[in-house]
């Protein structure tokens, strides 16, 4: 079956249809990242969004097990590729692309010159979209709804690292899965926690620091997340943001932030560490940055590529974040050492 992405201002794209049957609509995003699609499929950043992969071979390696996502499901609302292989070849596959597509109702199409797609959105911008199949839809702005809401667990859920371990309450505002494996690998205890969850009106719930995680969407959305973030700095707790939770920590601290013009998503942004010529190879997945570092900030890491604020420090309290993933998963592990750099903060504090 044929479909169609069809952008905004009208352009249109045909395509091969391998997934779903579904029509969806959201922000078309590309992502240069070159391995690592079922990692980044589940990455709950991705939600609203239909995306472009520009590395010309997908599905090659099939999907594996389910203990190996980022979440319980597929996170994007479609997925556009260059060439699709229906025929994976890797010990740990356990079902095709296509047919974890149509299981979980999403459209997967082939359109050849994703090169071209990926040049119109970086010329023009972030841009609406919508693939269509058997039935046309309107577009759709997820940037106007709080995604964090729908990819937040609704529950507490305690997991114990090891007797007498540090604890870390992890702000769950669509949180990857390898952010608890990092701590769990360093014995840590870890209480996640929905978005609007407030610690303080939950005495029995004892912490060390604090986690704010990855997600989708406008952290400017997150209110009550800014609101509890907000709380736990004026309580001087230890602080570890990432992606968006850089966004939140920034906001809560009287910063602010901007929509990129094309976002960062990907496994091979440079990030150079400010005060040194070195630079990390970091894996990204966000169309929102800082554009004011808070007043007792000072910038902790910045994009080689555009310059753009990677992470912020506090000069005299231990509150920090960073815009990469440091988790990887999908890509490089270079900065894995930022989970050992921040529970050094704990055990000075």
Known sequence: MTGKLIFEDGT???????????????EVVFSTGMMGYPESLTDPSYKGQ???FTYPLIGNYGIPDKRFWESDNIMVSGLVVSSYNDSPSHFQSKKTLASWFKDENIPLLQIRDTRLLTQKIRTRGAMLGKIVLEKDIKNYDPNLDNLVEMVSTEKVIEKAGKKGAK?????DCGAKRNIQRALFKRGINVITVPWDFDPFSHPKIKFDGVLISNGPGDPKMAKKTIKTIEKILAQKIPTLGICLGNQLLTLAAGGDTKKLKFGHRSQNQPCIMEGSERCFITTQNHGFAVSRVPSGF????????????EGIMHTTLPFMSVQFHPEACPGPTDTEWIFDFFLEKLKKN
């Open 12 to 26: 249109e794209f045909a395509g091969e249809s391998f997934g779903s049957n579904t029509s969806v609509a959201g």
């Open 50 to 52: 239909i995306l472009i």
């Open 167 to 171: 604890t870390i309450l992890l702000i």
């Open 298 to 309: 000072k910038p902790w890491f910045t994009n080689a590529n555009d310059g753009t604020n």
